[in-house]
Protein backbone atom coordinates (compact mmCIF):
# COMPACT_ATOMS: atom_id res chain seq x y z
CA UNK A 1 0.00 0.00 0.00
CA UNK A 2 3.19 2.45 0.68
CA UNK A 3 3.89 5.34 -1.37
CA UNK A 4 0.02 5.72 -2.83
CA UNK A 5 -2.37 7.99 -1.10
CA UNK A 6 -5.19 10.67 -2.46
CA UNK A 7 -5.01 13.84 -0.30
CA UNK A 8 -7.70 15.66 -1.44
CA UNK A 9 -10.02 12.77 -3.18
CA UNK A 10 -11.76 11.54 -0.08
CA UNK A 11 -12.19 12.55 3.29
CA UNK A 12 -12.57 10.37 5.90
CA UNK A 13 -10.62 6.93 5.02
CA UNK A 14 -7.80 5.93 6.78
CA UNK A 15 -5.78 3.02 6.26
CA UNK A 16 -2.81 1.61 7.49
CA UNK A 17 0.29 -0.08 5.75
CA UNK A 18 3.42 -1.70 6.74
CA UNK A 19 7.14 -0.52 5.57
CA UNK A 20 9.36 -3.26 4.96
CA UNK A 21 11.01 -2.09 8.02
CA UNK A 22 8.47 -2.96 9.84
CA UNK A 23 6.93 0.48 10.83
CA UNK A 24 3.01 0.55 10.48
CA UNK A 25 1.60 3.92 9.11
CA UNK A 26 -1.58 5.52 9.86
CA UNK A 27 -2.28 6.79 6.10
CA UNK A 28 -5.56 9.29 6.95
CA UNK A 29 -6.72 11.83 4.33
CA UNK A 30 -8.45 15.16 4.95
CA UNK A 31 -9.92 18.57 3.64
CA UNK A 32 -9.11 20.35 6.81
CA UNK A 33 -7.91 21.09 9.97
CA UNK A 34 -10.23 19.31 11.99
CA UNK A 35 -10.28 15.87 9.82
CA UNK A 36 -7.27 15.07 11.56
CA UNK A 37 -8.66 15.07 14.56
CA UNK A 38 -11.78 13.54 13.11
CA UNK A 39 -8.97 10.69 11.84
CA UNK A 40 -7.66 10.57 14.83
CA UNK A 41 -4.53 9.52 13.41
CA UNK A 42 -1.80 11.19 11.41
CA UNK A 43 -1.62 10.91 7.94
CA UNK A 44 1.95 10.37 6.12
CA UNK A 45 2.20 9.29 2.54
CA UNK A 46 5.46 7.93 1.09
CA UNK A 47 6.41 7.92 -2.57
CA UNK A 48 9.89 6.60 -3.79
CA UNK A 49 10.77 9.03 -6.02
CA UNK A 50 14.67 9.13 -6.33
CA UNK A 51 16.49 5.79 -6.87
CA UNK A 52 20.03 5.84 -4.51
CA UNK A 53 21.89 6.43 -7.98
CA UNK A 54 19.29 9.71 -8.68
CA UNK A 55 19.91 10.70 -5.03
CA UNK A 56 23.11 10.91 -5.19
CA UNK A 57 23.31 13.18 -8.75
CA UNK A 58 21.09 15.32 -7.26
CA UNK A 59 23.37 15.83 -4.02
CA UNK A 60 26.29 16.39 -6.26
CA UNK A 61 23.37 19.42 -8.57
CA UNK A 62 23.65 20.95 -5.06
CA UNK A 63 27.32 20.88 -4.09
CA UNK A 64 27.80 22.35 -7.40
CA UNK A 65 25.64 25.41 -6.48
CA UNK A 66 27.67 25.99 -3.11
CA UNK A 67 27.88 29.51 -4.26
CA UNK A 68 24.54 30.08 -4.13
CA UNK A 69 23.25 28.38 -0.18
CA UNK A 70 22.43 31.17 2.02
CA UNK A 71 23.41 30.65 5.07
CA UNK A 72 20.58 30.42 7.58
CA UNK A 73 22.68 30.45 11.28
CA UNK A 74 25.14 32.95 11.42
CA UNK A 75 28.51 30.78 11.52
CA UNK A 76 26.83 27.66 11.71
CA UNK A 77 26.78 25.34 8.49
CA UNK A 78 22.68 25.12 8.19
CA UNK A 79 21.96 26.56 4.66
CA UNK A 80 19.49 26.91 2.14
CA UNK A 81 19.64 26.52 -1.94
CA UNK A 82 16.24 28.94 -2.83
CA UNK A 83 14.49 31.60 -0.88
CA UNK A 84 11.84 29.98 1.84
CA UNK A 85 8.92 32.01 2.72
CA UNK A 86 9.30 31.19 6.58
CA UNK A 87 12.81 32.27 6.91
CA UNK A 88 12.82 35.29 3.86
CA UNK A 89 9.16 36.33 4.69
CA UNK A 90 9.98 37.87 8.14
CA UNK A 91 12.68 39.61 6.40
CA UNK A 92 10.60 41.98 4.29
CA UNK A 93 8.55 41.21 0.91
CA UNK A 94 11.76 42.65 -0.80
CA UNK A 95 14.19 40.51 0.29
CA UNK A 96 11.83 37.42 -0.26
CA UNK A 97 11.15 38.53 -3.53
CA UNK A 98 14.67 39.37 -4.16
CA UNK A 99 15.96 35.85 -2.71
CA UNK A 100 13.19 33.88 -4.76
CA UNK A 101 13.93 35.18 -8.12
CA UNK A 102 17.48 34.60 -7.65
CA UNK A 103 16.97 31.22 -6.49
CA UNK A 104 14.44 29.91 -8.33
CA UNK A 105 16.64 31.04 -11.88
CA UNK A 106 19.07 28.81 -10.27
CA UNK A 107 16.81 26.08 -9.35
CA UNK A 108 15.00 25.66 -12.13
CA UNK A 109 17.51 25.86 -14.47
CA UNK A 110 19.65 23.03 -12.64
CA UNK A 111 16.90 20.85 -11.83
CA UNK A 112 13.97 21.46 -14.45
CA UNK A 113 13.36 17.09 -14.51
CA UNK A 114 13.46 17.03 -10.66
CA UNK A 115 10.46 19.37 -10.59
CA UNK A 116 9.01 18.25 -13.37
CA UNK A 117 9.09 14.90 -12.36
CA UNK A 118 7.57 16.66 -8.81
CA UNK A 119 5.02 17.93 -10.11
CA UNK A 120 3.96 14.81 -11.71
CA UNK A 121 4.06 12.44 -8.50
CA UNK A 122 2.33 15.22 -6.69
CA UNK A 123 -0.25 15.81 -8.67
CA UNK A 124 -1.21 12.14 -9.29
CA UNK A 125 -0.78 11.60 -5.17
CA UNK A 126 -3.28 14.62 -4.90
CA UNK A 127 -5.39 13.55 -7.74
CA UNK A 128 -5.54 17.52 -9.10
CA UNK A 129 -3.02 19.43 -11.34
CA UNK A 130 -0.32 20.91 -9.75
CA UNK A 131 1.55 24.59 -10.10
CA UNK A 132 4.47 26.45 -8.79
CA UNK A 133 3.14 29.32 -7.05
CA UNK A 134 4.24 32.37 -9.32
CA UNK A 135 5.27 34.73 -7.39
CA UNK A 136 6.83 32.80 -4.70
CA UNK A 137 10.15 30.35 -4.13
CA UNK A 138 10.12 26.55 -5.73
CA UNK A 139 11.08 23.88 -3.25
CA UNK A 140 14.18 24.20 -2.38
CA UNK A 141 16.74 22.33 -0.33
CA UNK A 142 17.33 22.55 3.43
CA UNK A 143 21.41 21.78 3.99
CA UNK A 144 22.65 20.62 7.56
CA UNK A 145 26.09 20.11 7.55
CA UNK A 146 27.96 18.30 11.06
CA UNK A 147 28.26 20.79 13.50
CA UNK A 148 28.42 20.14 17.31
CA UNK A 149 26.34 22.61 17.94
CA UNK A 150 23.89 20.80 16.30
CA UNK A 151 24.38 17.39 18.18
CA UNK A 152 21.35 16.34 19.49
CA UNK A 153 19.08 19.19 19.00
CA UNK A 154 16.09 19.15 17.04
CA UNK A 155 14.29 21.81 14.50
CA UNK A 156 11.87 24.25 15.74
CA UNK A 157 8.59 22.56 17.13
CA UNK A 158 6.19 24.12 14.54
CA UNK A 159 2.69 23.69 12.64
CA UNK A 160 3.71 24.53 9.03
CA UNK A 161 2.09 27.89 7.90
CA UNK A 162 4.77 29.58 6.07
CA UNK A 163 1.65 30.66 3.83
CA UNK A 164 1.17 33.79 5.84
CA UNK A 165 3.98 35.03 4.33
CA UNK A 166 2.94 34.24 0.69
CA UNK A 167 0.93 36.77 -1.21
CA UNK A 168 -2.46 34.74 -2.64
CA UNK A 169 -4.17 37.47 -4.10
CA UNK A 170 -2.49 36.98 -7.58
CA UNK A 171 -3.48 32.85 -7.49
CA UNK A 172 -7.13 33.14 -6.77
CA UNK A 173 -8.73 31.98 -3.49
CA UNK A 174 -6.80 29.22 -1.38
CA UNK A 175 -8.08 26.70 1.20
CA UNK A 176 -6.20 27.26 4.40
CA UNK A 177 -7.88 23.58 5.24
CA UNK A 178 -6.17 21.96 2.33
CA UNK A 179 -2.49 22.17 2.67
CA UNK A 180 0.33 20.32 1.92
CA UNK A 181 3.96 19.98 2.93
CA UNK A 182 6.41 17.52 1.41
CA UNK A 183 9.97 16.79 1.87
CA UNK A 184 12.16 14.21 -0.30
CA UNK A 185 15.99 13.59 1.67
CA UNK A 186 18.58 13.93 -0.55
CA UNK A 187 21.20 13.01 2.25
CA UNK A 188 20.69 11.56 5.72
CA UNK A 189 23.44 11.27 8.32
CA UNK A 190 24.69 7.51 8.94
CA UNK A 191 22.51 7.73 12.26
CA UNK A 192 19.40 7.78 10.03
CA UNK A 193 17.16 11.48 9.82
CA UNK A 194 13.66 12.47 10.21
CA UNK A 195 10.77 13.65 11.10
CA UNK A 196 9.34 14.12 15.03
CA UNK A 197 5.59 14.60 15.70
CA UNK A 198 3.72 14.94 18.79
CA UNK A 199 0.27 13.04 18.29
CA UNK A 200 -3.28 14.61 19.12
CA UNK A 201 -2.55 18.47 19.42
CA UNK A 202 -4.98 20.33 17.77
CA UNK A 203 -3.56 23.16 15.62
CA UNK A 204 -6.05 25.66 16.37
CA UNK A 205 -5.48 25.37 20.14
CA UNK A 206 -1.52 25.43 19.29
CA UNK A 207 -1.72 29.01 17.46
CA UNK A 208 -3.65 30.41 19.89
CA UNK A 209 -1.76 29.63 23.42
CA UNK A 210 1.50 30.70 24.81
CA UNK A 211 4.80 29.75 24.81
CA UNK A 212 4.94 27.91 28.15
CA UNK A 213 1.31 26.25 27.46
CA UNK A 214 2.68 24.47 23.84
CA UNK A 215 5.70 23.07 26.27
CA UNK A 216 3.02 21.61 28.39
CA UNK A 217 1.32 20.31 25.23
CA UNK A 218 4.54 19.04 23.90
CA UNK A 219 5.33 17.46 27.54
CA UNK A 220 1.88 15.67 27.47
CA UNK A 221 1.32 14.19 24.29
CA UNK A 222 2.76 11.50 22.59
CA UNK A 223 5.90 11.64 20.62
CA UNK A 224 6.94 9.89 17.43
CA UNK A 225 9.73 9.29 15.38
CA UNK A 226 8.99 9.22 11.18
CA UNK A 227 12.56 8.03 10.06
CA UNK A 228 13.52 9.25 6.92
CA UNK A 229 14.76 7.26 3.57
CA UNK A 230 16.95 8.85 0.93
CA UNK A 231 14.71 9.04 -2.12
CA UNK A 232 11.66 8.50 -1.30
CA UNK A 233 8.96 11.31 -0.88
CA UNK A 234 6.59 11.86 2.62
CA UNK A 235 3.91 14.07 2.15
CA UNK A 236 1.79 15.53 4.82
CA UNK A 237 -0.57 18.15 6.12
CA UNK A 238 1.84 20.11 8.14
CA UNK A 239 -0.67 20.58 10.68
CA UNK A 240 0.34 18.02 12.98
CA UNK A 241 3.05 19.61 15.33
CA UNK A 242 6.10 18.70 14.47
CA UNK A 243 10.04 19.21 13.99
CA UNK A 244 13.33 18.02 12.01
CA UNK A 245 14.38 15.23 14.58
CA UNK A 246 17.20 15.57 16.60
CA UNK A 247 20.05 13.65 14.66
CA UNK A 248 23.96 13.04 15.52
CA UNK A 249 26.20 13.57 13.00
CA UNK A 250 29.54 12.29 13.89
CA UNK A 251 31.69 12.19 10.89
CA UNK A 252 32.73 15.81 9.75
CA UNK A 253 31.43 14.89 6.17
CA UNK A 254 28.02 14.03 7.16
CA UNK A 255 25.29 16.38 6.38
CA UNK A 256 21.41 15.99 5.67
CA UNK A 257 20.01 17.46 2.85
CA UNK A 258 16.46 17.74 1.89
CA UNK A 259 13.99 19.20 -0.60
CA UNK A 260 11.31 21.12 0.75
CA UNK A 261 8.12 22.57 0.10
CA UNK A 262 4.39 23.42 0.48
CA UNK A 263 1.12 23.50 -0.94
CA UNK A 264 -2.68 24.84 -1.02
CA UNK A 265 -5.28 23.50 -2.64
CA UNK A 266 -6.80 26.56 -5.14
CA UNK A 267 -10.04 25.76 -6.73
CA UNK A 268 -8.98 22.06 -8.06
CA UNK A 269 -5.52 22.45 -8.20
CA UNK A 270 -2.82 22.41 -5.73
CA UNK A 271 -0.09 25.70 -5.56
CA UNK A 272 3.24 24.86 -4.63
CA UNK A 273 5.71 26.98 -3.19
CA UNK A 274 8.62 27.59 -0.41
O1 LIG B 1 13.29 18.64 7.04
C1 LIG B 1 12.33 18.15 7.60
O2 LIG B 1 12.34 17.00 8.04
C2 LIG B 1 11.04 18.93 7.80
C3 LIG B 1 11.21 20.41 7.70
C4 LIG B 1 9.98 21.15 8.09
O3 LIG B 1 9.24 20.76 8.95
C5 LIG B 1 9.65 22.39 7.39
O4 LIG B 1 10.47 22.89 6.61
O5 LIG B 1 8.54 22.90 7.60
FE1 LIG C 1 7.41 21.88 8.93
Known sequence: MGGFC????????????????????RVAVYYSRSMINVAGGVEFCEIPML???????????????????????GALPFFTLGAAAYLDGPLGGEVYRHRREAGNGVLQGNFAELYSELSHILSETLGMP???????????????QMHRAFYGRGGSIHLDLQYDHVNWGIVGDPDFGSVISFTLPVVLPAAGGGLRWWEG???DVWTAVSKPERQRMIREAPLHYLPYRVGTLVVHSGQIVHQIAP???????????TLQGHGIRVGDRVVCYW
Open 6 to 25: HIFKQSRFAFLYSRSDGLDL
Open 130 to 144: VEWHPAAALPGFHIY
Open 51 to 73: SDAGAEDLARGVHSLRAHWIPRA
Open 247 to 257: GQMLESNEERV
Open 201 to 203: IDP
